[in-house]
């Protein structure tokens, strides 16, 4: 949405486009080679794939500030340097505002999904509180909270490709690394060097959790299986979502 102008955005939701998909990222400490941004550069890949399957959807710009610990003093991510986080009234605030413009101009049906397991909670009040005040209009807000849910950190998929992570346990900081495959193949889709491709290499260290990600072709194309994976998930739990309309909003 953020790279049209506002006429075409306005045409988009004349001819039908009249879902948004709005996208929760983060900013934080990952593992020693992963940008702080790996949540925003994931869902730069997924939304992407999920509104072309959905075919009338725009892409709202990824929301890229949320709750990461508290800051003063530092908890959670927090206590770890480049990381920004946001209070939770602040997100709350931030996500209803998002939607209220989206909806002010023609948009239907609103779509949050969640990169992160702490941005989960405040999507759902949001969506809740949302519908309820806007019960007789046409506009619905859904939290699809399989983006992030259904087979988390895409730990069962990973093993039908071929890649078999050690230990294996489903854990966001496997190994003590708050990184794995999963993200880090598809941050390799968007730009290699988001993972430090190059210098791993160089170093002897372009592995994750026991597993070999060379050569780097091989990570960006199972990378691009991830994102189809993540896509056709969501897309299947979206598509749920918006036929259990109420008749009054349909």
């Known amino acids: 949405m953020e790279e049209l102008t506002w ?20 900013v934080e400490q990952n593992g020693p080679y992963v940008a702080t941004g790996k949540h925003n550069y994931v869902l730069q890949a997924t939304t992407e794939a999920i509104a072309r ?24 991510h927090m206590k770890y340097p480049g990381t920004i986080s946001l209070r939770e009234e602040t997100f709350r605030l931030l996500l209803t505002d998002i939607c209220s413009s989206l909806r002010q101009h023609g948009f239907r049906d609103i779509i949050l999904i ?3 397991g702490g941005n989960q909670d405040g999507m759902k009040q949001v969506a809740e509180l949302l519908n309820t005040k806007w019960a007789d ?12 849910e259904q087979d ?16 294996d346990v ?19 889709t968007v730009n290699p060097q988001l993972i430090r491709t190059k210098q ?9 959790n026991g ?40």
């Open 114 to 116: 969640g990169d992160s």
């Open 7 to 26: 006429m075409e955005v306005r045409d988009a939701i004349r001819s039908g486009k009249t879902t948004a998909l709005v996208a929760t990222g983060g």
């Open 170 to 188: 489903k854990s966001a900081e496997r190994a003590g690394i708050h990184s794995d495959y999963h993200y880090e193949a598809i941050m390799a």
């Open 137 to 148: 209009t046409p506009t619905v807000v859904h939290y699809i909270p399989e983006y992030y």
């Open 152 to 167: 988390m950190w895409s730990f069962d998929y990973l093993k039908t490709i071929g890649v078999h992570q050690k230990p």
């Open 211 to 250: 597993v070999d990600m060379n050569p780097p072709r091989t990570t960006v194309a199972n990378g691009k299986k991830l994102v189809e994976y993540r896509a056709k998930t969501t897309v299947e739990a979206i598509r749920r979502a918006i036929v259990k309309r109420k008749p009054n909003q349909q």
């Open 53 to 76: 399957k959905l075919g009338t959807t725009l892409v709202a710009p990824i929301i890229k500030f949320v709750p990461e610990g508290d800051i003063e003093p530092p908890t959670d």
């Open 200 to 208: 791993r290499i160089a170093a002897g260290k372009y592995s994750i």
